[in-house]
């Protein structure tokens, strides 16, 4: 069971129901990042610095305690996944490029959004291939492409899981295996348990599933993965020192106060339980649903977790999300390229009650009548 106490944190009369884009942060996550600088400390520059290497420490080690994994390991940005993966790439190129001195292959699965691959797309120094998951997980076809890093989402913007973890086995196990980089976004905070332990690299935005400040998230990498990385990452002095990856963070002056925030957003999920967080999305997911299908039976869905997809072939949703998002009803609506589909998107957070989706649920079938 969820405690009232912990659902009263997200209290708002909008309901968020938008997995695509940031999370509603909570009340304490909020009230951290605005008790950051109380007292003289926004004209103490340097007790800004001190009081944000202490949180920066406190929230590596949480981080590394929720997901069973090696504080050493783990990277806090000052960014979403979109812009973290931007600034690896870069640094990876560099890295790469040096050793093979020719175009470098990204082989990634065709549903992943234009965001988490966009810096290795728009580079001209790599090659990306789009492969479909017969492809991808057959070894002699791999074996063909024979790509430098394999890019895949753990959970994809199109409702699947992939499985990451067999995926890593099939590549650790060939002769030079290629570098495997997973984006967690729409799973970090979601799922009790990531892949870190496989993937070279796990990246994941704190900002949607976390529920914590915008513009934050985590990312672990693999030994060969930092020691490719580092010296091509040109990111200034350490603001601590004492992590192995802490030159993979920001440096010089910024907003300390989202550290504040993202250490009581991962204590508010350490505190809730990882486990019971998935339980509830994903049987709100399940609530949510069984009417759904009544309202539009002739829909396909896809439930992942707490979060569901409706394919609609037509084209015709945006005016149904249009009119949920005027009444404060928060969706995602994506349109595929090239295409009359459309891709409805709902994600359930775990604080949200059933009395608030039935409430969502009796709009969709008023507009759904009008509109679709």
Not at 101 to 125: L, M, N, T, W
Not at 354 to 360: E, H
């Amino acid at each position: 069971m969820i405690n009232s106490h912990i659902t009263e944190q997200f209290h708002s009369e909008r309901l968020n129901l938008n997995p695509g884009t940031m999370g509603s942060p909570s009340r304490e996550v909020r009230e951290a990042a605005l008790k950051f600088y109380e007292g003289d400390l926004a004209a103490y520059p340097l007790g800004q610095y001190l009081r944000g290497r202490e949180l920066l420490k406190s929230t590596r080690a949480l981080a590394a305690q929720i997901w069973d994994s090696d504080p050493q390991a783990l990277a806090i940005f000052q960014g979403g996944t979109t812009a973290i993966l931007g600034q690896l790439a870069m640094a990876l190129y560099a890295a790469l490029a040096t050793e093979l001195r020719r175009p470098i292959i990204v082989a990634c699965s065709g549903d992943e959004h234009s965001g988490g691959v966009h810096g290795f797309a728009s580079h001209p120094g790599f090659e990306v291939v789009t492969l479909g998951e017969d492809v991808l997980f057959n070894e002699a076809h791999l074996d063909a492409i024979r790509p430098d890093i394999v890019f895949v989402s753990h959970i994809t913007y199109t409702g699947k899981r992939y499985p990451v973890e067999d995926l890593a086995r099939r590549l650790h196990g060939r002769e030079q295996a290629p570098l495997l980089i997973v984006d967690a976004a729409q799973s970090l905070g979601l799922l009790p348990e990531l892949p870190i332990h496989d993937a070279d690299l796990v990246v994941g935005s704190a900002h949607k599933w976390l529920f914590g400040p915008p513009g934050t998230g985590l990312c672990w990498m693999s030994r060969r993965m930092s020691q490719k990385l580092q010296p091509y990452f040109c990111n200034g002095f350490a603001l601590d020192m004492s992590a192995d990856l802490g030159s993979f963070e920001a440096s010089g002056g910024q907003d300390f106060s989202k550290l504040a925030g993202l250490h009581a957003a991962l204590s508010l999920y350490l505190q809730t339980g990882p486990l019971n967080v998935s339980r509830q999305s994903e049987s709100l997911a399940r609530y949510f649903l069984e009417r759904a299908k009544r309202i539009f039976p002739l829909v396909e869905w896809t439930q992942t977790a707490g979060i569901l997809v409706a394919h609609f072939v037509d084209g015709g949703a945006y005016p149904l999300y249009a009119a949920l998002n005027a009444k404060g009803i928060h969706t995602k609506l994506i349109q595929l390229p090239n295409s009359k589909r459309q891709l409805w998107r709902l994600g359930f957070p775990y604080y949200e009650a059933t009395a608030r989706l039935d409430r969502a649920l009796d709009e969709i079938e008023r507009t759904a009548a009008v509109k679709i």
